[in-house]
């Protein structure tokens, strides 16, 4: 049939054709079925249930975590026509009121509402006299206890199900490791619910990490690229935001700064600025971005370690969402690895949850220092196979060259190991280079055998090699979170000479992408 969804997706809301695998998702919950969606930021999913509310009778119920998001989904379908609402806090009982009369009568098409709005048992009776087309459970990851948006509420929306088993249920997320695929369906009762799993590749957003070198300046240099347009750059910080921010505004950047420690009103201003002008970088925690949907930006850079990788990807996922080129750019050192294992270790989270989380941020460390294509580590972490490499990362484009580290390696392990296994990195450099200061007398390391026997490298050269000796699993920094070395059972091998070791060359590269100059 010259089908309704075909001729709904052009007459409301003017695309010519379905993308990847949007038709096939429509058709199945129009039929009534339940489905979990898996497709990246900026894939179309919002389609995925606003059709089938559609085409089916009655109202689609959305559970949406963000307010801002779901007031600007419903601006956007009533320009298009469609009959939207949303109820949440920021209603007067009046409008609220007004809202449940409209889904009474029959005269919405989908209904937003935040999740602990939806459980309230007022609600719940309400939705029994109403004619509900289906459920659609945005942001389905807020149900996972491991992820960064954990919603406990979320947890009880099995409700859902359970009172009304024939109306369908379709889950969405961007996000896409397998196991929290597993938790999502588990958590809300979908394990039967057909799975569409698109490809989270995002071919026009470019990959490149960086060395932390000189942050500040490192970040300018790659801004330097990209003058006049919009981007974020994250920090871990609060601090760390303003001070970045002021960096920037300093060098005639229009930068504004935004995490949970400002107002809400300075928040929403400086978040409307980012949406609304041109040009604006946001210098943010990870509080700012989800459900920001601006398709122009134009980079993401990190200017400290993300949490995890999936979560890395999410964040880098807000840039290039009109399938212009965009840039994912990361700076980073061995010190942000010792503060996040840090944090791991000194959280009061539960022996599983820590090993979790190291395993994490081991495969982010990966990720970091792999000389592979790095598309194609990313999608493999989120088991999807990408089968060349992409030639759009940095590894791609300047495949790194590679030096024989062997015996910079042997004697690095071995001065760990002289010093008793009790430092960082910056104190076991100082050692290597032959530094005479208090420190090193203090604990009678300039007498060590390996005291000076490194001179050849300079300390920056040095930093390389234990970054990436902790990133082989070559050396590894203490569970207590000190941040002091400790070799494994890999080190004994080359100490022993029976392994080679093959570094990367830290040549200094060029930032970011060339780019025409703008007249
Ligand atoms: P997601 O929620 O997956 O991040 P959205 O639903 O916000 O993505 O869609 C991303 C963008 O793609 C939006 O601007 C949307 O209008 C557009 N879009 C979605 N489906 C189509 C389509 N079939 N054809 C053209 N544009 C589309
Ligand atoms: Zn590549």
Redesign the pocket.
Known sequence: MPDASLHQ?RQV?G?????GE?AAIVAHVTAGNDALVL?????????CYQLPALLREGCGIVVSPLIALMQDQVEALRLLGVRAAFLNSTLDGATAASIEQELLAGELDLLYVAPERLLTPRFLSLLDRARIALFAIDEAHCVSQWGHDFRREYRELTVLHERWPDVPRIA?T?TADPPTQVEIAERLQLEEARRFVSSFDRPNIRYAVVQKDNAIRQLRDFLAGHAGEAGIVYCLSRRKVEKTAAALVDLGIDALPYHAGLDAETRATHQRRFLREDGVVIVATIAFGMGI?K?DVRFVAHLDLPKSLEGYYQETGRAG?DGEPADAWMCQGLGDVVLLRQMIEQSDSGEERKRLERRKLDALVAYCETMRCRRQVLLSSFGEDYPRPCGNCDNCLEPAETWDATVAAQKALSCVYRSGQRFGAAHVIDVLRGSDNERIRQFGHDRLSTHGIGSELDARAWRSVFRQLVASGLLEVDAEGYGSLRLTDASREVLTGGRQVMLRKEAPRRSGRERPSRG
């Open positions: 997706l809301f695309f010519e054709a379905f993308r949007q497709m990246p930021t900026g894939g179309g999913k919002s389609l969405l961007a949907d398709p969402r």
